[in-house]
């Protein structure tokens, strides 16, 4: 089991940039598929991006390719993601997921992964 908590959320202006953090308890961090998700008010949870085990693999949803970078240091037990060029579009609460299934296919739906965090706000302004 792990335990997932995000930080780094908070208002920007758009044009501007953030850079999110999920912490993850435990020594098995590198046996974890990580990504990214987010949620906006009256609207589905959406992906985001995703990170493989190694981080070798990183996939993005087309709304954020360009704009925003996955990684993950596994000795530290983090993932990251860097978000720049915001958009008042990326205003949700974002929130980090992880799954230890070894899957032969990025993973991009909710249903993927087993655990999550509780998540942290980032509102943009135009």
């Known amino acids: 089991q792990v335990q997932l908590v995000e930080s780094g959320g908070g208002l920007v202006q758009a044009g501007g940039s953030l850079r999110l953090s999920c912490a993850a308890s435990?020594?098995?961090?590198?046996?974890?598929?990580m990504g990214w998700f987010r949620q906006a008010p009256g609207k589905e949870r959406e992906f985001v991006a995703y990170?493989?085990?190694?981080?070798?693999?990183?996939y993005y949803s087309d709304s954020v390719k360009g704009r925003f970078t996955i990684s993950r240091d596994n000795a530290k037990n983090m993932m990251y993601l860097e978000m720049n060029s915001l958009k008042p579009e990326d205003t949700a609460l974002y929130y980090c997921?992880?799954?230890?299934?070894?899957?032969?296919?990025?993973?991009?739906?909710?249903?993927?992964?087993?655990?999550w965090g509780q998540g942290t706000q980032v509102t943009v302004s135009s």
């Open positions: 435990g020594r098995t961090f590198d046996y974890y598929s």
């Open positions: 997921a992880a799954d230890p299934l070894v899957a032969a296919r990025v993973l991009t739906a909710p249903n993927d992964y087993r655990y």
């Open positions: 990170i493989s085990r190694s981080g070798g693999i990183t």
